[in-house]
């Protein structure tokens, strides 16, 4: 405990109890902020809330006091095992290897605030960069290096290489297989953002061995099946009530079937899923607590550390230099203006709207079709790329099944407002085994603001070897 956290406690207690005046144009308000979650990975949250830091500790865990032994084997997560704010201060007067509490936190001194009420966890960290590349390491293991050997690796890595990436918005292309890190099962050389490509694109991958070789019966391929369906709800920006319990059955399915397949202990990482479900309900969607958003940053971070010639104290450097732009930013009012890029394109008068696309004024907002338009290839919202034929989601249907459009024509005003011309495609059924929508071109072409779609990330359209044609959604929507 320093000088320098003891006020920062401080400081959060006073805009707790003070708060800051803060001038609108409806007058002076006053505004109280409190202390609501500790975002890290698993090292440094149990660094800084006073827990052992050893992932092989007999206790590690921030939320429970289940052992090692427990977990590894799966053992029920019971009402008893969780912390409590009047556990962990008798906890830190005990041997620390049998509580896993080491010191008392700084961060307790936060008014309102426990660290054992903590509610957070890194899927990043915990599914993208632990649990998925130990499943997908023997998933590849059992297809490419068994005795079943029912893929190639040279096929696969050419279908990674000819997949299209562009046209579905990955920016992280997975590398390519190496069989050595397969055959003698070493944990797959992907960072995060590559590791969630694969796993997205994978079923179209092995479409084929997996509709005619190992179908959804043959429990290696349900491992995968359960795995993408964890996946599909850790990273949805919403969620629905009933799936915060269809998770807890999924992530007990996905341990029982792991142990059973691989005979493999369940590492640490594989613990912490088994909070998912409150976690969710206490701080809500799992993918606005991800870490892979703040560690962006650190591409900024070293290119100050790069730039300068001084090596004296670079960590103070670089915090100026943050401050400065962050006094940039609140002086100069541009707070976090939103990321608008265009590609290539020609102008085209609003007249002709109706003209070149059958648009007419009577069909869409005045205000945001006024003046002129360009016609252009492709447009960045917000990191989103958007190009010509990528398929975004549109809407559900009263059947109950999605809608998609392909993108035919793109067009923006000096508004940023954007306009996408699509081809409706009807999703007929939904092919659980490769964990996507069977659809066909409806014929139909009809327009949408960006701003009304379904969901702002897009779909991940692909044509099997026999010509279907399949969308998959990046996360449940």
Not at 55 to 78: D, G, H, S, V
Not at 241 to 265: A, R
Not at 282 to 288: A, D, V, Y
Not at 442 to 467: R, V
Request: one cysteine or more; proline letters at 3%.
């Amino acid at each position: 405990m320093t000088g320098k956290h003891l006020q920062m406690v401080e400081e959060l207690n006073f805009l707790l109890l003070e708060g800051i005046e803060v001038a609108t144009k409806e007058g002076s308000t006053r505004i109280y902020f409190t202390l609501g979650l500790l975002l890290g990975d698993n090292e440094a949250l149990n660094n800084a809330s006073g827990f052992m830091e050893d992932p092989n500790a007999t206790i590690y865990c921030r939320l429970c006091k289940m052992r090692k032994q427990e977990n590894q084997k799966n053992c029920p997560l019971r009402d008893e095992f969780m912390r409590t704010p009047q556990q962990y201060v008798t906890d830190g007067f005990q041997n620390q290897k049998q509580t896993g509490v080491k010191e008392n936190s700084i961060w307790n001194l936060v008014l309102v605030f426990h660290v054992v009420k903590n509610f957070c966890q890194d899927i990043a960290h915990d599914l993208l960069e632990g649990v998925c590349k130990y499943g997908m390491q023997h998933i590849l293991y059992y297809l490419i290096c068994s005795s079943n050997k029912i893929l190639s690796l040279d096929e696969l890595n050419a279908k990674l290489k000819s997949f299209n990436y562009e046209k579905n918005g990955f920016s992280n292309r997975p590398p390519l297989l190496r069989y050595d890190e397969i055959n003698k099962k070493k944990k797959l050389h992907m960072s995060e953002s590559e590791m969630h490509t694969f796993i997205l694109i994978f079923p179209m991958l092995v479409e084929d061995i997996v509709e005619g070789g190992i179908n959804i019966e043959n429990e290696i391929w349900q491992y995968f099946s359960v795995l993408r369906q964890i996946m599909d709800i850790c990273f949805a920006k919403s969620l629905r009530t009933e799936l915060i319990d269809i998770l807890d059955s999924l992530v007990n399915q996905h341990h029982n079937l792991y142990l059973k397949l691989f005979n493999d202990p369940l590492k640490l990482k594989f613990h912490n899923m088994k909070h998912y479900s409150l976690v969710i309900k206490m701080s809500g969607p799992l993918s606005h607590l991800n870490l892979l958003r703040f560690e962006s940053k650190h591409r900024e971070l070293k290119a100050i550390a790069i730039s300068t010639t001084s090596r004296i104290n670079p960590c103070h450097t670089i915090a100026v230099k943050e401050q400065l732009r962050l006094c940039h930013c609140l002086l100069g009012k541009h707070g976090l203006p939103p990321k608008f890029e265009l590609g290539h394109g020609y102008n085209l008068e609003c007249a002709s709207l109706s003209t070149h696309f059958n648009i007419t004024q009577d069909a869409l907002s005045i205000d945001k079709f006024s003046g002129p338009w360009l016609d252009v290839k492709w447009v960045d919202i917000n990191g989103i790329d958007y190009n010509i034929g990528s398929v975004v989601v549109l809407d559900v249907n009263p059947d109950g099944f999605l809608e998609f459009g392909k993108i035919l024509n793109i067009l923006a005003n000096e508004d940023q407002h954007v306009l996408f011309i699509y081809e409706k495609l009807v999703a007929q059924s939904f092919n659980e085994e490769i964990h996507a929508y069977e659809i066909v071109n409806s014929n139909q072409i009809t327009f949408s603001l960006a701003e009304n779609l379904l969901s702002p990330f897009l779909a991940i359209h692909h044509y099997l070897s026999d010509g279907r044609d399949i969308v998959s959604l990046r996360h449940a929507v």
